[in-house]
T-cell receptor, first 113, second 115 residues
């Protein structure tokens, strides 16, 4: 639950503003990436994914950007709401998902009402 | 929607006990995974399975074993529980080796305390 967020980088955002959560991945051969959201007391929930042949993918209020040159992934949340408060993880797949995902440590997003 | 169900949300056991954590998924997924999640350490893979009766060691298998007798069920076993196994345990599933670029779907976790 709440202990998931301890020791994590924290991003505090005013309600209504846009949020940008960043992730550096390690393996240049990774070709599939996922963002998860974990709310207190729950398991990680799939938000959006992107394949390495894309630079950008949009969902509802969320956009994922992939920069393969610098091995960087970001999650943009538009018009952040209190319900967006959670820990966000990125994950990379070294071989299209046939071996286990490698997860980042996570970033805690705190929305200020 | 994929449903991954972990049998217990909270569990308290004593040192030396044999502990079983159960996980069931309802989407006919071939892959199943067990992780533990600790503050500052993120998600760490304990064991995973690509098919019935198959198992593979993850990053931290010591002190654990698993059982996959049926496709939908993946059990994590603590052979002799120790206090350093107090943690949040998360089960996940995904489609399978024949399906690339598919996310894992997680259960809500079991918070296990070993006294």
């Amino acid at each position: 639950g709440e202990s998931v967020g301890l020791h994590l980088p924290t991003l505090s955002v005013q309600e209504g503003d846009n949020s940008i959560i960043n992730c550096a991945y390690s393996n240049s051969a990774s070709d599939y990436f996922i963002w998860y959201k974990q709310e207190s007391g729950k398991g990680p929930q799939f938000i959006i994914d992107i394949r390495s042949n894309m630079d950008k993918r949009q969902g509802q209020r969320v956009t994922v950007l992939l920069n393969k040159t610098v091995k960087h992934l970001s999650l943009q949340i538009a018009a952040t709401q209190p319900g967006d408060s959670a820990v966000y993880f990125c994950a990379e797949s070294p071989d299209s998902g046939n071996t286990p995902l490698v997860f980042g440590k996570g970033t805690r997003l705190s929305v200020i009402a | 929607d994929v449903k991954v169900t972990q049998s217990s949300r909270y569990l308290v056991k004593r040192t030396g006990e044999k502990v079983f954590l159960e996980c069931v998924q309802d989407m006919d997924h071939e892959n199943m995974f067990w992780y533990r999640q600790d503050p500052g350490l993120g998600l760490r893979l304990i064991y995973f399975s690509y098919d019935v009766k198959m198992k593979e060691k993850g990053d931290i298998p010591e002190g654990y074993s698993v059982s996959r007798e049926k496709k939908e069920r993946f059990s994590l076993i603590l052979e002799s529980a120790s206090t350093n196994q107090t943690s949040m345990y998360l089960c996940a599933s995904s489609l399978g080796p024949g399906h690339s670029n598919q996310p894992q779907h997680f259960g809500d976790g079991t918070r296990l305390s070993i006294l």
